[in-house]
């Protein structure tokens, strides 16, 4: 089961900041939020990652809360090409071999408009 | 830039017949996946390498097969396919990275490939 909970769309207007919210209330300490979109008909993504400080990329900015229970995706200038399902996802470190499994889930849909 | 490729973006074949679904990814990175992607199910897990030659079981490993003889390069082989077998298949790559004093991997994906069996 998918650890997160995500708005299941949202809308936004073009050039906008488009402010992406994700509650994960059961977070333990050593688990990472990412975060990936998926364009209709295309591969998944990555956008960016954090453990609990805030973290920006040339794509996003990521935000959590201090006590780890939730997290927002910022999209600084949203443009129609960011239209797509973002997903928010919870995953813990490795052991030295693979985490396995991307655990995905609904995720939310996205509309930048015009 | 990470790169992952996979072989065809589409690609239709018949029931019975044996499919072979590339992925070739350009950052020598450690672990390789496939997954399959179906509409209400979301990423279910098919295979996943984390060595040449090493591979392990997903979720769903029945009626795949896998090959990993090079480390850019991750194969997905179905044996027989089967009209349950059309889906999107995806690949993806990562390697791991301390961060934050542990060790995490960002999974990395192809363009997927869009497979119909008739």
């Known amino acids: 089961d998918a650890k997160t909970t995500q708005p299941t769309s949202m809308d936004c207007a073009e050039g906008r900041a488009a402010n992406l919210p994700c509650n994960h209330s059961?977070?333990?300490?050593?688990?990472?939020v990412y975060w990936y979109r998926q364009i209709h008909s295309q591969g998944p993504q990555y956008i960016i990652h954090?453990?609990?400080n805030n973290e920006t990329n040339e794509m996003a900015s990521l935000i959590i809360t201090e006590d780890r229970k939730s997290s927002t995706l910022i999209l600084p200038h949203a443009t129609l090409r960011d239209t797509a399902v973002y997903y928010c996802?919870?995953?813990?470190?490795?052991?030295?071999?693979?985490?396995?499994?991307?655990?995905f889930g609904k995720g939310t849909k996205l509309s930048v408009k015009p | 830039d990470v790169k992952v490729t996979q072989s065809s973006r589409y690609l239709v074949k018949r029931t019975g017949e044996k499919v072979f679904l590339e992925c070739v990814q350009d950052m020598d990175h450690e672990n390789m996946f496939w997954y399959r992607q179906d509409p209400g199910l979301g990423l279910r897990l098919i295979y996943f390498?984390?060595?040449?030659?090493?591979?392990e079981k997903g979720d769903i490993p029945e009626g795949y097969s896998v090959s990993r003889e090079k480390k850019e390069r991750f194969s997905l082989i179905l044996e027989s396919a089967s009209t349950n077998q059309t889906s999107m298949y995806l690949c993806?790559?990562?390697?791991?990275?301390?961060?934050?004093?542990?060790?995490?991997?960002?999974?990395?994906f192809g363009p997927g490939t869009r497979l119909t069996v008739l």
């Open positions: 993806a790559s990562s390697l791991w990275d301390l961060w934050g004093q542990r060790y995490t991997d960002t999974q990395y």
């Open positions: 996802i919870v995953r813990g470190p490795g052991d030295g071999g693979s985490q396995g499994n991307l655990i």
């Open positions: 954090g453990l609990k």
């Open positions: 059961t977070i333990s300490g050593n688990e990472y």
């Open positions: 390498s984390y060595d040449v030659k090493m591979k």
